[in-house]
């Protein structure tokens, strides 16, 4: 953009983003005329009207605006005689304005003086452009004719300004405008309003030429087009319109495929949980949160990170709720302001670990680029696997980059499971997120226990206690509104309301959870006598713990045994369950003996409601707000199928089978499992997670038994119905099972090594299946890659970590090597899961180290892509293969996700770091360099790497850095020599794989015709002649007759791949008479992008193509179509076209001198 010095009044051109802070002019324009650009530069007409207003301007700006020195004002800064300035003007004037630190609108028509209602007839107001002038800015001043302040619109954020603003104006140009005010504060509140509504604005505005009542709305409406004057009125409205059709097709078809990729991902959702506090939620509590100071320090202060912590029950939860809400309002007026949540939960499994919580936060914050592509590119990889949580941290980072600044809310994270160092691993990905992404902050809840508050200690965050007398006045709240909701303890007489609600409130100490139990026991009583009423209230539990014993206590014997069962499944399953399955677990007895069948009394179970009447107080129902298809919480009718509860607030929620109900409160579960349960009168109710584990697996198993031999089971749909505990059973038992730690595995052993009950469960779910995979349904995925069979007990075994299951098979001589599943072998998928113990167990059985598995990968491959550093440390020392090559190669594959350790592993075993092959990258520097790991890249630079070699996806390594706005990479691989101008030519690549393969195929014996399924071509539509041309290519002068029982190994360019594999299955079924064509061209003659600048261009990384034009980049290149000034226009990077354009003028000057 070109900026005025109001000093000097001498122009200087500055790219977009390095503009220093400027005023942009709004005004009416002279019917004599105006200073043009070339006026202003020239110092002509400087006494004529449109000149002297340029400088009243920049006086303006100089004595009321300072230290602002410059202004850009449309008539003097554009070169309306350059049609291509004009057009690049018009479609980035919104953002100019935009990015102003005010617009200056001059009102020519009003005086000093005039009263509001003159300001609202001023002809400025019906101008066509006045839209954009107005609504763009964040602050707009409007001064009279004179340069007196009438008022303003907006914030005025220059700190450095001292400015008298006057009044505001909001309301009335609402008026005079019909532009709502919320849009007048922040035009990002527009969203909200259709394209018609939009356009409407424009009615009864003036412009000076037809085409300007469609460009002046370019901005306004997101479009980009050339500006054509002489199309007329409807020839600009057309092509607005058809883009704006484009544009919302297009953001139609993103939405759809964002939608895919988050139902691949599958997070938790945290607003079920949200939901759920905010219906527990008192209206007028928490309000001390949000006006306390360190809260309003971390919301629009220095305060990055905030830790609020209270004792359990003190309603941390749904403070953290009313603090989520607050931040919803305050996003809703910032501009490019990211907001995530996460509710851990001790009664989800889903939301418990690191990885739930990357998930959650990536899917909520990664629709916006780089994260979205990412995101896509994972989603698009071939094999379809979810990314682990390195891939996600790496595009959580990329996603939080992309905002400004980013709110994040985290409640509950001591729910998070101590075992196993799932909470260790929470707080250390935490400290990684504070650390290395400095515009995010975060609010996190919880219990101050001591491992939390150590690391609060180490991360200095700010602490905001949850004070007892801070709480009481919200309990009091509370229990008043209670008592004048409820339907029976509304009924009590003033008095006794008057001693329940003064009683509670002076011995809740801060527990809200007290508070309610102690309600709900009073609700519970059988008598509301003011007397019996004052009795309790004499009597009251000192604590939780006293409470909870009590309740149990109440129980009655006969139910003890049911309440048990009950509460080990509300403890431990893995997700919430319907009241519906919980009346199914109650039939279900494995018995202590494991090689017994146990028990499922189908004919025995008895109604959903038993839970409520046996545990009431102990559960309560989910959210009905948490877009669940299979929860069918419903408000209505009463019926047979339901029944009324009344939640806290007092309303009737309709419950029926489908309600799924949890624990009411994680000092529920935690006073169950506490040592304090065994010197209690209800110690035969305690749970040991340990037992509770074995005894939900054992449950599971006997489950899928007794549904295998069913003769109801009929292997559709419709069994989900008759066995309502199927499909948990089939997703979670060897969830449990892992956890159970008990000696005997008979009965997982027996499951698994009978044919006919592995495939119903199978059947019902694939612990391998895709995202897509549904019960009873064949996974597309597997007919798209060609899966066909199941692994053995051994492979299962291995898939799902049960080490006790593979000893016990390996005892039993299991087929170590057998082939099937997804990955091939015990020891790939073992290798892949990063299980150690059964890495070890297998390989000491003597499984081979370097087998392939039907995906064309091995073990050492596996391991390495998913940083299991301990297991390739087993597999190498074990003779694993470091440079085998076989549908992937290891030390390219971690270079890759950037797993560096990994990486120096495999080096020091003599991984060789020129070898190419691979998916995607031709070699382990590019793989690198396209993630951007620099210590990786510098790592094998100093190991030899070639930093000019090409193949893959992307060329070479400099292409693929550029290509992602890599920068650091791109200047450390043009410090090691890398060419600038390097092409990726695929035939010489090929040259050497060519012959390898031709090599290969020749020395082959001819055996049985066993051959495989013949693979499709990606370039199909080529036809067979292409596929021939591949065969007689790859066989050179060869004449070969062969039969292949196992395909190639070596991997080739992308696009040349595919038509070799079909290619020679082709060649081989019809055992071919092959013969050379020397004239044949098979090979593409460039790589995705073909150079360096060119992909830089094309991606629109402003930074990369400077640093490469500063390296020598041939501007005239060509890419993979046209060349980078082509591409980067028709991208719509205009600040990479400026940059070019100047390059090759600033070259043929050179070329003059």
């Given at each position: 953009?070109?900026?005025?010095?109001?000093?000097?009044?001498?122009?200087?051109?500055?790219?977009?983003?390095?503009?220093?802070?400027?005023?942009?002019?709004?005004?009416?324009?002279?019917?004599?005329?105006?200073?043009?650009?070339?006026d202003a530069r020239d110092r002509r007409d400087i006494s004529s009207a449109g000149y002297l207003k340029v400088e009243a301007f920049?006086?303006?700006?100089?004595?009321?605006?300072?230290?602002?020195?410059?202004?850009?004002?449309?008539?003097?800064?554009?070169?309306?005689?350059?049609?291509?300035?004009?057009?690049?003007?018009?479609?980035?004037?919104?953002?100019?304005?935009?990015?102003?630190?005010?617009?200056l609108a001059y009102l020519a028509d009003v005086s000093a003086g005039d009263d509001i209602g003159t300001v609202g007839k001023s002809a400025w107001w019906r101008r066509g452009w006045t839209l954009q002038e107005l609504l763009a800015p964040r602050m707009v001043l409007f001064v009279t004719k004179e340069w007196h302040t009438i008022g303003h619109k907006g914030s005025f954020a220059y700190s450095e300004c001292q400015l008298s603003l006057g009044t505001g104006l909001e309301q009335t140009i609402a008026?005079?405008?019909?532009?709502?005010?919320?849009?007048?504060?922040?035009?990002?509140?527009?969203?909200?309003?259709?394209?018609?509504?939009?356009?409407?604005?424009?009615?009864?505005?003036?412009?000076?030429?037809?085409?300007?009542?469609?460009?002046?709305?370019?901005?306004?409406?997101?479009v980009t087009l050339p500006v054509i004057y002489g199309e007329k009125y409807k020839g600009a409205r057309d092509r607005l319109?058809?883009?704006?059709?484009?544009?919302?097709?297009?953001?139609?078809?993103?939405?759809?495929?964002?939608?895919?990729?988050?139902?691949?991902?599958?997070?938790?959702?945290?607003?079920?949980?949200?939901?759920?506090?905010?219906?527990?939620?008192?209206?007028?509590?928490?309000?001390?949160?949000?006006?306390?100071?360190?809260?309003?320090?971390?919301?629009?202060?220095?305060?990055?990170?905030?830790?609020?912590?209270?004792?359990?029950?003190?309603?941390?939860?749904?403070?953290?709720?009313?603090?989520?809400?607050?931040?919803?309002?305050?996003?809703?007026s910032a501009n490019n302001v990211g907001h995530a949540v996460f509710y851990f939960s001790f009664s989800d499994i889903r939301k418990q670990t690191y990885q739930d919580l990357l998930l959650s936060l990536v899917v909520q914050l990664g629709n916006k680029e780089p994260g979205r592509s990412m995101l896509c590119?994972?989603?698009?990889?071939?094999?379809?696997?979810?990314?682990?949580?390195?891939?996600?941290?790496?595009?959580?980072?990329?996603?939080?980059?992309?905002?400004?600044?980013?709110?994040?809310?985290?409640?509950?994270?001591?729910?998070?499971?101590?075992?196993?160092?799932?909470?260790?691993?929470?707080?250390?990905?935490?400290?990684?997120?504070?650390?290395?992404?400095?515009?995010?902050?975060?609010?996190v809840t919880s219990r101050d226990v001591p491992d939390i508050r150590y690391f609060v200690g180490t991360l200095v965050l700010d602490t905001l206690p949850v004070?007892?007398?801070?709480?009481?006045?919200?309990?009091?709240?509370?229990?008043?509104?209670?008592?004048?909701?409820?339907?029976?303890?509304?009924?009590?007489?003033?008095?006794?309301?008057?001693?329940?609600?003064?009683?509670?409130?002076?011995?809740?100490?801060?527990?809200?959870?007290?508070?309610?139990?102690?309600?709900?026991?009073?609700?519970?009583?059988?008598?509301?006598?003011?007397?019996?009423?004052?009795?309790?209230?004499?009597?009251?539990?000192?604590?939780?713990?006293?409470?909870?014993?009590?309740?149990?206590?109440?129980?009655?014997?006969?139910?003890?045994?049911?309440?048990?069962?009950?509460?080990?499944?509300?403890?431990?399953?893995?997700?919430?369950?319907?009241?519906?399955?919980?009346?199914?677990?109650?039939?279900?007895?494995?018995?202590?003996?494991?090689?017994?069948d146990g028990v499922v009394a189908f004919g025995d179970r008895g109604g959903w409601e038993d839970t409520l009447d046996i545990l009431a107080g102990f559960i309560v129902p989910e959210s009905a707000w948490c877009g669940d298809p299979y929860n069918e919480l419903l408000r209505g009718e009463s019926t047979d199928e339901s029944r009324d509860h009344f939640d806290d607030a007092g309303l009737i929620e309709r419950i029926t089978k489908n309600t799924k109900v949890r624990l009411a409160h994680f000092s529920v579960k935690e006073y169950l499992e506490s040592s304090r349960m065994l010197t209690s009168d209800a110690k035969a109710l305690y749970l040991d997670p340990v037992k509770e584990h074995n005894f939900l697996a054992q449950s599971c198993l006997v489950y899928l038994m007794h549904y295998s031999s069913s003769s109801q089971k009929t292997s559709t749909t419709q069994d989900l119905t008759t066995f309502p505990m199927l499909e948990y059973a089939a997703r979670t038992w060897f969830d449990h099972a892992m956890l159970q730690e008990c000696g005997s595995v008979e009965r997982e052993v027996s499951f698994l090594t009978s044919e006919t009950q592995k495939r119903d469960w199978l059947f019902v779910y694939d612990p391998e299946g895709s995202a897509f995979s549904k019960p009873f349904v064949p996974d597309p995925w597997d007919k798209l890659v060609g899966r066909t069979g199941i692994g053995t007990a051994l492979y299962y075994a291995a898939l799902l970590g049960l080490e006790s299951v593979v000893r016990q098979l390996l005892s039993l001589g299991a087929d170590i090597n057998a082939q099937g599943g997804n990955s091939g072998t015990a020891l790939m998928v073992a290798s892949y899961k990063g299980y150690p113990n059964i890495v070890r167990q297998l390989l000491q059985h003597r499984a081979k180290v370097n087998a392939q598995g039907e995906f064309f990968f091995n073990a050492l491959h596996a391991a390495s892509s998913k940083n299991h550093v301990e297991v390739v440390q087993l597999l190498l020392e074990n003779g694993a293969d470091v440079n085998a090559v076989v549908g992937g190669h290891a030390l390219q594959s971690a270079s890759e996700k950037g797993f560096t350790e990994v990486v120096q592993l495999l080096l020091e075993y003599g991984a060789d770091v020129n070898t190419q092959g691979g998916k995607e990258y031709g070699n382990a520097l590019q793989a690198a360099a396209y993630g951007g790991h620099i210590k990786i890249v510098r790592l094998l630079l100093q190991h030899q790497a070639k930093v000019n070699a090409q193949g893959g996806f992307y060329g070479n390594a400099l292409q693929a850095a550029s290509s992602m706005n890599r920068a650091e990479v791109v200047q450390l691989l043009l410090d090691y020599g890398a060419n600038?101008?390097?092409?990726?030519?695929?035939?010489?690549?090929?040259?050497?794989?060519?012959?390898t393969l031709a090599s290969r195929i020749a020395s082959l014996s001819i055996r049985k015709p066993s051959l495989p399924p013949q693979p499709r071509s990606s370039q199909h539509a080529q036809g067979e002649e292409l596929v021939g041309n591949a065969v007689q290519a790859a066989y050179q002068a060869c004449t070969a007759q062969v039969s292949l029982e196992h395909p190639p190994d070596v991997y080739v360019h992308k696009s040349v791949a595919t038509n070799l594999q079909a290619a020679f299955w082709q060649g081989y079924r019809q055992g071919l008479q092959l013969s050379i064509d020397p004239k044949i061209n098979v090979f593409p003659t460039s790589s995705l992008y073909g150079t360096a600048l060119w992909a830089a261009s094309r991606n629109g990384h402003t930074e990369i193509v400077q640093l490469l034009l500063g390296h020598g980049a041939d501007i005239n290149a060509q890419g993979h179509r046209g060349t980078p000034l082509e591409t980067a226009s028709s991208h719509g990077h205009t600040a990479i076209v400026q940059l070019l354009l100047d390059h090759q003028v600033e070259v043929l000057d050179t070329a003059r001198r």
């Open positions: 953009m070109r900026l005025l010095n109001v000093d000097s009044l001498e122009f200087k051109e500055f790219r977009d983003e390095d503009a220093p802070p400027y005023v942009a002019a709004s005004h009416r324009w002279l019917s004599e005329g105006e200073t043009t650009y070339q920049a006086k303006y700006t100089r004595e009321e605006l300072a230290p602002i020195k410059w202004l850009w004002i449309d008539t003097a800064c554009i070169n309306k005689d350059s049609a291509a300035e004009l057009s690049e003007a018009i479609n980035s004037m919104f953002e100019w304005y935009h990015g102003a630190q005010l617009c008026g005079v405008t019909g532009i709502p005010e919320p849009v007048l504060h922040h035009y990002e509140a527009s969203h909200a309003l259709s394209v018609h509504e939009k356009l409407n604005w424009m009615n009864g505005r003036e412009t000076s030429r037809p085409e300007d009542m469609s460009y002046a709305m370019f901005g306004l409406l997101g319109l058809a883009a704006i059709r484009e544009r919302e097709d297009a953001a139609t078809r993103k939405a759809e495929h964002y939608r895919k990729i988050v139902d691949w991902l599958a997070p938790a959702d945290p607003w079920t949980n949200h939901e759920a506090a905010r219906q527990r939620h008192e209206p007028e509590t928490g309000v001390w949160l949000l006006e306390h100071h360190q809260y309003l320090a971390w919301k629009t202060g220095p305060c990055r990170s905030l830790w609020l912590y209270g004792k359990a029950g003190c309603g941390k939860t749904i403070l953290c709720s009313t603090a989520v809400e607050d931040m919803q309002t305050h996003c809703l590119q994972a989603y698009e990889r071939s094999d379809r696997r979810k990314p682990g949580s390195a891939d996600l941290e790496k595009i959580l980072f990329a996603s939080l980059g992309s905002y400004d600044k980013v709110f994040i809310h985290l409640d509950g994270i001591d729910e998070c499971p101590e075992g196993d160092e799932l909470r260790q691993y929470v707080l250390s990905g935490f400290e990684r997120l504070s650390t290395r992404a400095p515009n995010t902050k975060f609010l004070d007892t007398w801070v709480v009481d006045a919200d309990i009091q709240k509370y229990v008043s509104s209670q008592l004048s909701r409820d339907h029976k303890l509304s009924r009590l007489d003033q008095a006794t309301k008057g001693s329940i609600e003064e009683t509670l409130a002076q011995k809740a100490d801060g527990m809200f959870r007290w508070v309610y139990c102690q309600l709900q026991l009073l609700k519970q009583s059988r008598s509301s006598k003011p007397s019996s009423i004052k009795a309790a209230l004499r009597t009251l539990p000192k604590d939780l713990d006293e409470t909870y014993e009590r309740m149990l206590d109440r129980l009655v014997k006969d139910d003890r045994l049911h309440a048990l069962i009950l509460l080990r499944w509300l403890a431990y399953a893995k997700e919430p369950l319907s009241l519906e399955q919980l009346a199914e677990v109650s039939i279900v007895d494995p018995t202590n003996d494991p090689t017994a600038v101008n390097a092409r990726f030519d695929a035939r010489a690549e090929l040259a050497e794989t060519i012959k």
